[in-house]
């Protein structure tokens, strides 16, 4: 089985929560995907990365790219030249190493945790990644980083029905049919998983190939 799980956003206690509900039905072989954006807008981003690294440890595990992470990567290198990285919740990251080192500094096992963040994963039948495919472009391999990262209608609005199932985050299915639950459509063979955790809402778990979900439900 494959667990696939959408945006984060710094919400640690609701990871916490949705990983001990998957995790008791989960065996060794099962494969955890995470789709991306686990930082900003929520005060747990270091918290948040330092968990993924220590499940790493445990369960087979793919982490995916999202737009969020490629933001934080190009402020840490001095590329971020329009702010992006703040204008979109950087500040509650960097309050979050703050709080934990005592300065803002990005330890070394983190910067190599977001250099190896992978742009998707292809299963037999089923492709996750953060955002969405450019439906032009039919050779997986030739999509463009900016298009996995960033893309939106032009992905889940197109007619195109894809060849394998797309599972993505990225946009929250209230922006795509006003549900806070998954987005499925069969026609054009796309799930949906971001369940906006930004806007106080669930963090969610697709499992796959049964579709079984899992939801991160409150934090007391």
């Known amino acids: 089985m494959f667990y696939l799980i959408g945006d984060i956003h710094g919400n640690f206690g609701k990871l916490f929560n949705l990983y001990t509900t998957m995790v008791k039905q989960a065996v060794p072989e099962d494969i955890f995907i995470f789709l991306g954006d686990y930082i900003d807008r929520g005060g747990h981003s270091y918290e948040v990365i330092e968990f993924l690294l220590h499940l790493a440890k445990k369960h087979s595990a793919v982490f995916l790219k999202g737009n969020h992470e490629g933001m934080f990567m190009d402020y840490l290198s001095g590329k971020d030249i329009q ?15 703050v709080r934990n080192i005592g300065g803002f500094s990005v330890p070394g096992h983190h910067r190599l945790f977001l250099n190896t963040l992978k742009l998707y994963y292809e299963g037999d039948d089923f492709i996750a990644v953060h955002a969405g495919l450019n439906p032009s472009v039919e050779v997986l391999e030739r999509q463009e980083e900016h298009d996995l990262l960033w893309i939106r209608d032009k992905f889940f609005r197109t007619e195109k029905r894809f060849k394998k199932t797309v599972i993505f985050g990225h946009t929250p299915t209230v922006y795509i049919n006003g549900e806070t639950s998954i987005y499925d459509d069969p026609e054009r063979n796309i799930i949906g998983i971001d369940t906006g955790v930004i806007f106080g809402r669930n963090i969610t778990c697709l499992r796959w190939p049964d579709r079984k ?7 007391v």
């Open 83 to 97: 702010g992006g990285f703040l204008l979109n919740g950087g500040e509650a990251t960097i309050r979050s190493y």
């Open 213 to 219: 979900v899992f939801i991160s439900g409150d934090v």
